[in-house]
C-alpha cells in the first residue's frame, strides 16, 4: 500500500466484492469503520505515539489479525459487543455495532488488507478522501436510505464559504448526520488562516459539537472526523446521541451550519393494546419557542435559533413548507424577522439531494440581542431554481455552479451588496425584499420568485429528455410525500 491509487483502489474492490454477496456500502463501511478504529488504535499506543488506549485486554487487533474461520468469526463478533460497553469515543464507535460479513475468509482478508497500512501515519486528505468517498456511494444507494444523512458537499462548502467560520470560535451541526459541515468548516478555517498552537488544539477538541440519534449515523460521522484529524481517538465524544430538539441544555455556540432531517412530522412509533403499531406526533413544548408545533423543521428552526449566542450566525437547510406554512409557520417567521437577522435565502434547484421530491433553500440569519424593533431590514433572495436543472449523475451540481451566489453574497461586507435583478433586466436572480415587503405579503410568506419558467412558455427550452424525465419523477414523489402526510394528518385527527 505504498501509493495512494493503491490504497483507494483496494478499498473499492473489497465494497465491489462483499456487495456481489449482498452486503452493501452502508454495511462494508460499518465494519472497516471498527476495523480502522482497532488497528489506528493499535498505531497510536506504539512509538512515536506511546499513548494508553482503554481498549480491553483480548480484544484489541492483535487479537483478531491471528484469528482465521470461525474462530475469527466468533472472536470478532465478541470484540464488538465488549468495545460497545466503552466509554466516550471508544464506545459510540462501537454502540450497537454487528457483524454483517458471513464469511470468515472475507473479514480476514479486510484485516489482512487494514493491517499493511500504516493508517496514522497516512495523510488525513487520503485518509478522508478514501472515507468519503465510501459515504458518497453508500448514500446513492437509494434502498439504504442513506442518502437522508448526505448533504451535497458543493453546497456545504458554499455555505461555509458564505458563512466564514474563524478560529477559536464554536460550531454546533444538531443533526449532523456523517459530518459534512464540520469537514467543510475544518478545511475553510485551516485553509484561510494561519494557526497558532493553542488555536490548531481548539479546532482539534474544542470547536465541533453535534447530534445524531441514529447509531449507525453517529459512528460514520466520529470516524470521518477522526480520520479527518478532529477528535482524539481516546476522548469524549462531541456527537451527542440525544434528540436535540427535546430540551434546551444551555449551552450557546458561534455557528450552526445544518441540514436538518426532510419531513415535515416529528413522530414516535409504539405498539398499542391491541399489538398494532401506531404513529404519535411529537409535539416538543419548550419555553425557548415561539410556536408549538409537530412541524420537524419549523422546530430545528427554532431551537437553532436558540443554540446561538448573541450575534451568532446560522446557515440552514430548510424545505419549501417553512417558507409558506399557516399557523405556527406564520408565527416562527414573524418571530425570526424580528428577533433576527434573517439577511439572506437561497433558493435550491431540484435533483440535487438523495431523498427525492425535495424542494429546499438555504436559510442565513444573525442571532440578536432582543429589542423593540425588528432586527431584519431587508432579505436577499438568490434564485438557484428557476430554470435550473441538475440530477445526480449526469448533471451533478458543483461549487462553480454556486460560485455566482457566494461572489453575491458578499461575505466580505454582506451590507454592500447590488441586486442582479432590475425592471430592465428582469432575469436577475439576485433581488431583495423589505422587511415591509414581506411583512405585507399573506402569512409572510417567504416564497418569493420572480423569473418566469422559460420551459412553460417555450418548447424549445426544455431540457434534455433525461433531465425532464427526473424532474417528472421528483413531482410526483413530492406529491405522494404531501399526499401521505395528509392522509398521516386525517387519520391523525380521526382518531381524536
Known amino acids: 500500500m505504498s501509493n495512494e491509487s493503491s490504497i483507494i483502489s483496494k478499498v473499492w474492490s473489497f465494497a465491489n466484492i462483499l456487495r456481489d454477496d449482498g452486503v452493501g456500502y452502508g454495511d462494508y463501511l460499518e465494519q472497516l469503520t471498527y476495523l ?69 475468509a472475507k473479514l480476514y482478508k479486510i484485516i489482512d488488507m487494514v493491517d499493511k497500512g500504516k493508517w496514522s501515519m497516512m495523510g488525513t486528505d487520503l485518509k478522508g478522501k478514501i472515507y468519503e468517498g465510501l459515504l458518497e ?106 434528540d436535540a430538539l427535546v430540551a434546551d441544555e444551555g449551552k450557546r455556540y458561534d455557528y450552526v451550519l445544518a441540514n436538518p432531517p426532510f419531513g415535515k412530522k416529528s413522530s414516535m412509533t409504539f405498539t398499542n393494546e391491541e399489538g398494532e403499531q401506531e404513529k404519535e406526533d411529537l409535539v416538543y413544548n419548550r419555553q425557548d419557542f415561539w410556536a408549538t408545533t409537530s412541524n420537524k423543521q419549523l422546530n430545528f428552526l427554532q ?86 436543472h441538475h440530477t445526480l449523475k449526469k448533471k451533478i451540481m458543483t461549487l462553480n455552479d454556486l460560485n455566482d451566489f457566494i461572489s453575491s453574497y458578499n461575505a466580505a461586507n454582506r451590507h454592500d451588496r447590488t441586486e442582479t435583478w432590475s425592471e430592465d433586466n428582469p432575469e436577475g436572480r439576485w433581488r431583495k425584499f423589505t422587511y415591509d415587503d414581506i411583512m405585507a405579503r399573506d402569512k409572510t410568506n417567504l416564497d418569493i420568485f420572480w423569473l418566469k419558467d422559460k420551459s412553460l412558455a417555450d418548447l424549445d427550452n426544455l431540457p434534455d429528455p433525461d433531465i425532464l424525465a427526473n424532474e417528472i419523477i421528483e413531482n410526483i414523489e413530492a406529491g405522494l410525500e404531501s399526499f401521505k402526510e395528509l392522509m398521516l394528518t386525517l387519520n391523525g385527527n380521526a382518531d381524536d
Not at 313 to 327: M, S, T
Open 36 to 104: 480502522l478504529f482497532l488497528k489506528m488504535a493499535d498505531e497510536f499506543a506504539k512509538p512515536p505515539y506511546n499513548r494508553e488506549i482503554n481498549i480491553p485486554e483480548g480484544y484489541d487487533w492483535n487479537s483478531l489479525k491471528d484469528k482465521r474461520g470461525a474462530e475469527l468469526e466468533g472472536h470478532y463478533n465478541k470484540t464488538l459487543r465488549e468495545l460497545s460497553k466503552a466509554k466516550g469515543t471508544l464506545g459510540q464507535i462501537f454502540v450497537k455495532s454487528q457483524n454483517k460479513i458471513q464469511d470468515p
Open 137 to 242: 456511494k453508500n448514500a446513492e444507494d437509494t434502498k439504504s436510505g442513506a442518502g437522508q444523512y448526505f448533504t451535497p458537499r458543493a453546497l456545504i462548502k458554499a455555505m461555509v464559504a458564505c458563512v466564514q467560520p474563524e478560529p477559536m470560535k464554536t460550531i454546533i451541526d444538531p443533526a449532523c448526520g456523517t459530518g459534512g459541515f464540520f469537514l467543510a468548516a475544518y478545511d475553510y478555517i485551516i485553509e484561510n488562516h494561519e494557526l497558532n498552537q493553542e488555536q490548531k488544539e481548539f479546532l482539534k477538541t474544542k470547536t465541533f459539537y453535534g447530534n445524531e440519534i441514529v447509531a449507525s449515523t453517529r459512528r460514520l460521522c466520529l470516524m470521518n472526523m477522526f480520520l479527518h484529524n478532529i477528535g482524539e481517538i481516546d476522548g469524549e465524544s462531541f456527537i451527542s446521541s440525544t
Open 303 to 388: 431551537h437553532i435559533r436558540t443554540l446561538l449566542k448573541d450575534n451568532g450566525q446560522a446557515a440552514v437547510v430548510l424545505p419549501d413548507n417553512v417558507l409558506f406554512e399557516g399557523g405556527a409557520g406564520e408565527t416562527v417567521r414573524k418571530q425570526m424577522l424580528h428577533s433576527t437577522e434573517l439577511h439572506t435565502i437561497l433558493r435550491l434547484p431540484a435533483g440535487i439531494f438523495y431523498k427525492p421530491g425535495v424542494k429546499a433553500n438555504v436559510l442565513f440569519f444573525d442571532n440578536r440581542p432582543g429589542a423593540k424593533h425588528a432586527w431584519t431590514k431587508e432579505v436577499w433572495f438568490y434564485d438557484y431554481r428557476t430554470n435550473v
